[in-house]
């Protein structure tokens, strides 16, 4: 496939995804959404061991393009469900689920699904010039991409309801204190400290960082007993990995240990 609305690479076992609308702020088209699954069905097989999303220019992602939603008088109206179901809900899992850690790099907006997309990421890192914004009360619509599941478990119920009922703009700052993000940084420094954290995942052991995503995203469905079963098994099973004996052996050789992801 030739990508046209974004970059993908794989490098040194970093993949990269770019969205690259730069004059629509990054918002989503159909044929993004193809070109999206496109490229994640072909990180691990380019070795990767690390996603880094990000997007071109002066936004992240600005969610969907409403420009493709727009009907002649007397036809029918788009049903959103099924956009739903065909393109923003796998773009999420497939981005919540995969086993390698997914890093947002927020250079700028992110609005509607492109915000809630972010919020689906393992770790989020943003410009201090970035904001965040639930624009789908201005719409008539409540948040999607996750988001009605996403916010309340990272910033609370108040707060959740505050975001998505006004529809305020959030700084990239503001976020980070509430939680929402993993990191606030300089907007010169964003490349490098996102690059910094990619490197570092991906001479990682990959098996057991998908462990824990599969851990803690599970969480909010367990009790506590449940989660001290679930640590046992996967710890059993991380016991038996060609990366814990390698970690063992680099700590009594006092090296560095050399992961190789299995």
């Known amino acids: 496939m030739t990508f046209e609305t974004?970059?993908?690479s794989v490098k040194d076992g970093i993949g990269r995804i770019t969205f690259n609308r730069p004059d629509k702020l990054n918002?989503?088209?159909?044929q993004m959404h193809v070109e999206m699954r496109e490229a994640l069905s072909r990180l691990m097989g380019e070795g990767a061991r690390v996603l880094v999303l990000t997007?071109?220019?002066r936004a992240f992602c600005a969610g969907q393009d409403l420009g493709e939603r727009v009907v002649a008088?007397?036809?029918?109206?788009?049903?959103l469900g099924e956009s739903i179901e065909r393109n923003y809900k796998p773009l999420v899992m497939g981005v919540r689920n995969s086993p390698i850690p997914v890093i947002a790099s927020v250079n700028g907006v992110a609005a509607g699904a492109g915000a809630n997309?972010?919020?689906?990421?393992?770790?989020?890192i943003a410009a201090r010039s970035a904001i965040f914004i639930q624009p789908f009360c201005n719409l008539g619509l409540l948040p999607d991409a996750g988001g009605t599941w996403t916010l309340p478990r990272l910033v609370g119920g108040a707060r959740a309801l505050g975001?998505?009922?006004?529809?305020?703009k959030?700084?990239?700052?503001?976020?980070?204190?509430?939680g929402l993000i993993?990191?606030?940084?300089?907007?010169?420094?964003?490349?490098?400290?996102?690059?910094?954290i990619a490197r570092r995942l991906a001479a990682g052991p990959t098996r057991g960082l998908a462990c824990i995503k599969r851990a803690l995203h599970s969480t909010w469905e367990r009790s506590f007993e449940e989660a001290l079963n679930v640590e046992r098994d996967a710890q059993r099973e991380l016991g038996a990995t060609e990366d814990y004996a390698e970690a063992i052996a680099a700590f009594v050789a006092k090296r560095p240990p050399r992961f190789k992801g299995q």
Do not use: K, N, Y
């Open 27 to 30: 918002s989503f088209t159909q």
């Open 6 to 8: 974004i970059i993908f």
């Open 182 to 196: 993993w990191r606030c940084v300089d907007d010169a420094d964003l490349p490098g400290v996102t690059d910094q």
């Open 55 to 57: 997007g071109a220019g």
């Open 170 to 178: 959030l700084p990239a700052e503001q976020a980070a204190a509430w």
């Open 73 to 79: 008088p007397g036809d029918p109206r788009p049903d």
């Open 117 to 124: 997309l972010a919020l689906a990421c393992d770790l989020v």
């Open 163 to 168: 975001l998505t009922m006004l529809g305020e």
